[in-house]
C-alpha cells in the first residue's frame, strides 16, 4: 500500500508540471522527533491554500478536468493509507508556484 502513496504522490508531481517550462520535481525525506517524513515537491500548477480542506476529500478537485486529468480519488487514498499506517499527510503550496506533499510515518 505505501507503494500506491509514492506512486500517487509523484505521478502528480509529473502531472501538475506537466505545463511548465522547467519542470522540477524534488523527492526527499528527514526524520522529525520519532517520525521519518517524505516529501514530493514540486514547481507546478500549485493550489490556493484557501481550499485545503477539500483537498483530501474523494472526488474533490481543485483544478478542472479541463485542465488535469483525473478522479479526484489519489489524494483521498494516499491520507487513508498513511493514516492506517499510522503517520499523517500534509500540503503545502502557492498557485502557479508549486506545492509540496509530506507524509509521516512512525521510524520503527
Not at 17 to 22: D, P, S, V
Not at 35 to 58: E, I, P
Request: charged share 20%.
Amino acid at each position: 500500500m505505501l507503494q500506491q502513496v509514492f506512486i500517487n504522490l509523484i505521478s502528480n508531481a509529473f502531472k501538475y508540471t506537466g505545463k511548465k517550462e522547467n519542470p522540477t520535481i524534488e523527492i526527499g525525506s528527514y526524520t522529525q522527533d520519532k517520525n521519518v517524513v517524505y516529501y514530493v515537491k514540486d514547481n507546478g500548477a500549485g493550489f490556493d491554500m484557501r481550499y485545503y480542506d477539500k483537498l483530501f476529500g474523494v472526488f474533490q478537485r481543485l483544478h478542472s478536468s479541463n485542465e488535469f486529468d483525473g478522479t479526484g480519488v489519489g489524494l483521498a487514498i494516499i491520507q487513508k493509507i498513511i493514516t492506517k499506517h499510522g503517520g499523517k499527510v500534509w500540503a503545502e503550496a502557492k498557485v502557479n508556484e508549486g506545492g509540496c506533499f509530506y507524509i509521516s510515518l512512525p521510524n520503527i
